[in-house]
């Protein structure tokens, strides 16, 4: 490494590359990252980002795979804090797509967003793809069995509270919808209006 490199080491100048870049694109979209100009942004030379990322597809495509690794150890960490057949564990997921999607705009956009890279033409992030897919049909089989959730197609009952919180993320990320409220709230009613829809109605006692 030149004098400019030297105060990174080899992992440590990866993880700042991924960093910078995800700002990059949080402030300017995936079209202003070019690895000349995040090279300039951490005052290292020319040649460094090139060391880890051969190009700028590789590197859009770490700034996804950091998003992956994410948004999956915060699903994960529901699972932790409550039963797995607890719709409130489904309700919490959903709440969690939502924000993770607000704090990270950079990564949610080369997820699933309007940057979304091909997925099927990367078998890394098309992997990560379908282990959160398959995480939410796992818990909401989970739940079927429970009594909570409708017994419908779990698969199909997933891209339906995919799309719901998707769709959610996707308007306050671009700025189309300004909550009366406060955001959170929403999220909440939104997660709770959803999980009212697929919930196994009750009747009541004679």
Known sequence: MSSQDGRYHHGDLRAALLTEAAAMI??????????????RRLGVSRAAPYRHFPDKSALLVGVASAGFARLGERLQSIEAGAPRSSVERFRRMGEEYVRFALENPAH????YGKEALTREDIPE???SADALLAQLV???????????????DPRTQAYIAWSTVHGLASLLIEGQIQ???????????????????????????P
């Open 108 to 111: 949610y956009r080369l997820m």
């Open 138 to 152: 796992d818990v909401i089989k989970a739940q079927q069995r429970s009594g909570g959730i409708k017994r419908q």
């Open 26 to 39: 949080a402030e300017g979209g995936a079209a202003s990252l070019t690895l000349r100009g995040i090279a």
């Open 125 to 127: 992030l098309h992997a």
């Open 179 to 205: 909550p009366a409220g406060e955001v959170d709230d929403l999220i909440r009613k939104t997660t709770r209006t959803l999980l009212d829809g697929m919930r196994v109605r009750r009747r009541p006692a």
